[in-house]
Antibody
Framework: EVQLVQSGAEVKKPGESLKISCKGS????????IGWVRQMPGKGLEWMGI????????RYSPSFQGQVTISADKSISTAYLQWSSLKASDTAMYYCARSLSGTTFSYWGQGTLVTVSS | NFMLTQPHSVSESPGKTVTISCTGSSGSIASNYVQWYQQRPGSAPTTVIYEDNQRPSGVPDRFSGSIDSSSNSASLTISGLKTEDEADYYCQSYDSSNLVVFGGGTKLTVL
C-alpha cells in the first residue's frame, strides 16, 4: 500500500527555522517525484515545488523560489520542506504528494500544520 | 502566467448532476493533462480524475472529466449526487515549463 506519512504539527516563532518531512512507503521512492503544496487557512491549494529523489532534480514555483528549500534523503525514503526564517504568513497546512510525471499527483500525505506566532 | 479559473461555488440537489468548469487563461488547455482533486472538510485532497478523464481505482463512475477545446476549459461532472460528494474541488494542470498550476477551487454544496 502506497503511503506518504508527514511529520506532526509545529508551532514556531517568527524568525525560527523549521524542517518538515514526508516519508514514502509501499513503492520505489526513487522512481516518483514528491511535490509540496501549501494551503493557507480557508484558502486554496498552491504548488510550491517538487523533487525527484532519484537524482535530487528540484523545481520551484516562482512564488516560493528562495523562500523554502526542498530536499530528500533516499536512504530513508523521506522528502523535506524547510524554512530558514519563518514568518507569520507561513502559517498554513502543508501537503506532500507523489507524482510519476512531476505534473500530476496521485497520492497525498495527511498534511502538516505549521503555525507561526509570536 | 498560466492560470486556471473555477467558479467559486456550485450547488445542486441529491441525485442530480453537476458540472464544475475550469478555464485556462492562455494557450490550449488540451495541450497538457488536467487533474481534479476532491478535498472534504478537514481532510487532505484526493485524486478523482487524472489525465483529463481517467478515474483512479476506487473512484465511482459517477465522476467523469472532459476537455472542451472550443472554450479552452475542462469540466468535472458528478452524476447521481450524494451528500458525501459535498467538498471543495480543485482542477490542476501545468504550463509549458512543467510548473504546476491549481485552480482556485470550487465549493460544491449538495442540498
Amino acid at each position: 500500500e502506497v503511503q506518504l506519512v508527514q511529520s506532526g504539527a509545529e508551532v514556531k516563532k517568527p524568525g525560527e527555522s523549521l524542517k518538515i518531512s514526508c516519508k514514502g512507503s509501499g513503492y520505489s521512492f526513487t522512481s516518483y517525484w514528491i511535490g509540496w503544496v501549501r494551503q493557507m487557512p480557508g484558502k486554496g491549494l498552491e504548488w510550491m515545488g517538487i523533487i525527484y529523489p532519484g537524482d535530487s532534480d528540484t523545481r520551484y514555483s516562482p512564488s516560493f523560489q528562495g523562500q523554502v528549500t526542498i530536499s530528500a534523503d533516499k536512504s530513508i525514503s523521506t522528502a523535506y520542506l524547510q524554512w530558514s526564517s519563518l514568518k507569520a504568513s507561513d502559517t498554513a497546512m502543508y501537503y506532500c504528494a507523489r507524482s510519476l510525471s512531476g505534473t500530476t499527483f496521485s497520492y497525498w500525505g495527511q498534511g502538516t500544520l505549521v503555525t507561526v506566532s509570536s | 502566467n498560466f492560470m486556471l479559473t473555477q467558479p467559486h461555488s456550485v450547488s445542486e440537489s441529491p441525485g442530480k448532476t453537476v458540472t464544475i468548469s475550469c478555464t485556462g487563461s492562455s494557450g490550449s488547455i488540451a495541450s497538457n493533462y488536467v487533474q481534479w482533486y476532491q478535498q472534504r472538510p478537514g481532510s487532505a485532497p484526493t485524486t478523482v480524475i487524472y489525465e483529463d478523464n481517467q478515474r483512479p481505482s476506487g473512484v465511482p463512475d459517477r465522476f467523469s472529466g472532459s476537455i472542451d477545446s472550443s472554450s479552452n476549459s475542462a469540466s468535472l461532472t458528478i452524476s447521481g449526487l450524494k451528500t458525501e460528494d459535498e467538498a471543495d474541488y480543485y482542477c490542476q494542470s501545468y504550463d509549458s515549463s512543467n510548473l504546476v498550476v491549481f485552480g482556485g477551487g470550487t465549493k460544491l454544496t449538495v442540498l
